[in-house]
Every structure is written in structure tokens, then in C-alpha cells.
């Protein structure tokens, strides 16, 4: 099996597409997004129990910048969500889990219906993504363009309830108290604008703008 394209734009890349264990990014997923997926920028995001990181995304006209996330160590859950209003798919949502460690491929995880973790993820400008740790200390590893710049993203709140996103209730992280403890988000989350507020004052990317960026990058 080869990579697969969820949403328009948001490739998942199977275990079993991923037989060179060499490559930075599997020579599949290159030739099933169709351009050059040269990296030029590497960094990696440590996940702790109860913490949401996200909801991150490249803007379009601008940068325009791809991201392929695959988990270093432990498990984390992603979600990436549709920001591109117009999009058929906008404000829909894609939940996967990704494994430093995912065991046999194309395989159920035991005792559960969840689809075994995948080997990575291609998120195209446009798509918003964030995740949380499933095991803590966890590891999601960032791959992109030479030229990067993470500065020019911008967030989404993790959040908020119009998107109606599956984070975890049971984080497994336990509270001052020696309870469970709620989902939190660091600082920068905390304070990132609902959907509809970015939409309203029009710095959410546009469908038009994705499928510009597509054409011109050929």
C-alpha cells in the first residue's frame, strides 16, 4: 500500500510504504504528492501527558511551506484540520495516531478498532495540525523546505468547539492532587483565535489560494 490522500492536501503514509528505512521521507510519499520534497529544515517538539500543542498552520498567498510530521519516540495523536475556506472539506478534521514504535503493519491495535499508528503524515499549506502526547515524553519530529519559516504560521485554538476535534478526555496525566488532570495548552495555544474570528477578519487561506499554489508549483 502507498500513501494515501485523506483530505486534499493531507497525504498518510502507511507502515507498509515505508521499506526504506533510510530516507528521511519515503520515495513514495515524493511521487504521490507530486513535487520534490527536498528537506532543508528539521525540528522536534517534545509531548507531555495533558498537553495540546497546535493548531498550526502555513498561510496561503505567502510561504506556502508543506510539513511532514512523524513520531521520533513514544505516540503521539494528530489531528489536522481544513482551513481553506471554500474548501469542500473545510472545518472537517483527520485523526491519526503516529508511532516511534508501531508494531505490525496494516494491523488493528490489539483489544482496540483503532487502525494501527501510521508512519507519517504530509500536511499541505492550508491544513491546520496539532497534537498530544499519548505516551509521555513523546517526540513529533517536524520535516520541511529549506527556507522554512515557522514564524510566519499561524494557530488556531486547539480548542475550539465549532470544530468539535477528539482530543483524549483521559490524558493518563495526573494533577497536583494526585488526580487526573484536564488538557492543557501552553501559552501561545492558549491565547490563539477561534475559527470563525480568523475567518472574519480574512486570515484564514482560501481554496482559491490552494488551488493557485497547486498550479503553480507545477
Sequence with gaps: MTAREALPGLWELPLEA?????????????????????????????????????????????????????????EVLALVVDVRVGSPSFGRHREVRLSAAPGEPGTATPDTTEPAPLAGLYVGPGLA????????????????????????????????PTL????PIDTGATGATGGRSALTLPPEG??????????????LPTWADWRAHITERG
Excluded: N
Aim: contains cysteine; hydrophobic residues 40%.
Design 129 to 160: 495540525h496539532g497534537f498530544t502526547a499519548l505516551d509521555d515524553d513523546s517526540v513529533l519530529t517536524h520535516l520541511g523546505p529549506r527556507g522554512r519559516r515557522p514564524e510566519k504560521d499561524r494557530l488556531v485554538h486547539a480548542f475550539d
Design 190 to 203: 492558549a491565547d490563539a483565535p477561534l475559527l470563525a474570528a480568523l475567518q472574519k477578519s480574512s486570515r
Design 18 to 74: 515505508t521499506s526504506d528505512t533510510t530516507a528521511l521521507i519515503p520515495a513514495d510519499l515524493e511521487a504521490a504528492v507530486g513535487h520534490s520534497l527536498d528537506v532543508g529544515h528539521i525540528h522536534h517538539v517534545q509531548g507531555m501527558l495533558g498537553v495540546v500543542h497546535g493548531l498550526r498552520f502555513s498561510p496561503l498567498p505567502g510561504p506556502a511551506d508543506w510539513a511532514y510530521l512523524t513520531c521520533s519516540r513514544g
Design 164 to 167: 468539535r476535534l477528539p482530543w
